[in-house]
């Protein structure tokens, strides 16, 4: 198959990632990738870095200029491409438009990343329900959004984002404390995301503050317009000596054996955060707040510890509870690694993703 991916810009967090590592499965699957987005979106630099072939279109915005630019190279290109993956509102949109100017319109897949409720009118209902040829979530909470709008269940489907387990898997905790410089002795909490507020990191610091044993230290991996608030908040719970802000990692995969838990206080709109399946795949025992799709991975107590959104008291609670039990470190860690292998592998999400694909050419073909 000839896979379209188009995107507005979807930011430097989890959705660039998951396309382009997804692009590259295909690839090696046998299949050819273009990615259409504005030069501006960071997906545009990453995917060209990662050897992609990606082709510079303005979707940022719904108007008649790109809405006719972008139409113009899908009737050039028409009859080599098979299907759309569309990531964005305003690259749908446009796709879905030119679309009903083309005379034999691409199939459509849209890829919800976010668990923001999409209003629920006539033109949004048109475009999900008809439209699109199929929905597919990152997460089974997202899915489900799509029932108040019409659409029915067997049109979509839940694809988490896919870990490479080649890259992300249980490691020596002492080689990595070596590695990433963190003191060998000590209790380490560790978070990897990008530092934007929902992220929820301000909870992480506040809940460690209360927490009066100094050998409980966190390490916060990533960058992002976060970072000034959160070093003022380190100083301001005087926590300079237990907090470390390492800054962005391009090697994410050898942090997380360092950590003794890993955790994702996120109250962000999202499906499963990378940072979660990531510590699963690194064997790491894992604290979660239930935002978007988590708990699809962290099932309480079996996989993990699942606790509300923002609720600085439950989070110290699950830090305490850890930290004074070995043993269920020992069995979430395990648990959590072996559902991760058998629900949310790369594998598992380009064989996923494969076939809603393929379906929906097929479906296109045989009308």
Not at 94 to 109: D, G, I, K
Not at 337 to 363: G, I, P, W
């Amino acid at each position: 198959m000839h896979i379209v991916h188009t995107e507005a810009d979807g930011g430097k967090g989890g959705q660039p990632l998951r396309i382009i590592n997804e692009s590259l499965g295909m690839i090696q699957r046998g299949h050819q990738v273009t990615i259409l987005c504005p030069e501006t979106a960071p997906l545009h630099q990453l995917a060209q870095s990662a050897g992609l072939n990606v082709v510079t279109m303005p979707l940022r915005r719904k108007n008649v200029g790109n809405l006719l630019q972008l139409r113009r190279w899908l009737r050039d290109n028409r009859d080599s491409i098979d299907v759309i993956n569309s990531h964005n509102s305003a690259d749908t949109w446009l796709v879905a438009l030119a679309n009903l100017f083309l005379s034999r319109p691409v199939p459509l897949v849209r890829t919800r990343h976010a668990s923001g409720v999409p209003r629920n009118n006539w033109t949004t209902r048109w475009l999900f329900r008809k439209a699109c040829k199929h929905i597919v979530s990152t997460g089974e909470a997202l899915r489900l959004q799509m029932v108040a709008l019409g659409v029915p269940l067997e049109n979509t489907t839940s694809v988490p984002s896919g870990v490479d387990t080649s890259r992300f898997h249980p490691g020596d905790k002492e080689a990595a404390r070596n590695h990433c410089d963190l003191r060998q002795g000590d209790f380490w909490l560790g978070v990897v995301s990008h530092l934007r507020p929902n992220k929820g990191h301000s909870v992480l610091i506040n809940a460690l503050a209360q927490i009066d044993i100094p050998e409980i230290k966190l390490a916060i991996v990533g960058d992002g317009p976060h970072r000034e608030a959160l070093e003022s908040e380190v100083i301001q719970q005087n926590l300079l000596t237990r907090v470390v802000l390492a800054g962005h990692r391009a090697d994410p995969e050898r942090w997380f054996p360092a950590f003794d838990v890993a955790i994702s206080p996120s109250h962000d709109m999202e499906g499963v955060p990378q940072g979660v399946l990531q510590s699963l795949a690194s064997a790491v025992a894992t604290i979660a707040t239930d935002a978007g799709g988590t708990a699809d991975a962290i099932i309480d107590r079996q996989t993990g510890l699942l606790i509300g959104q923002r609720d600085v008291d439950a989070l110290r609670e699950a830090i305490l509870t850890l930290y004074h039990d070995e043993a269920l470190r020992r069995q979430l860690a395990s648990q959590g690694n072996e559902y991760l292998n058998s629900h949310f592998t790369r594998e598992c999400m380009l064989t996923a993703m494969e076939k809603v694909f393929s379906d929906a050419a097929q479906l296109s073909n045989s009308r």
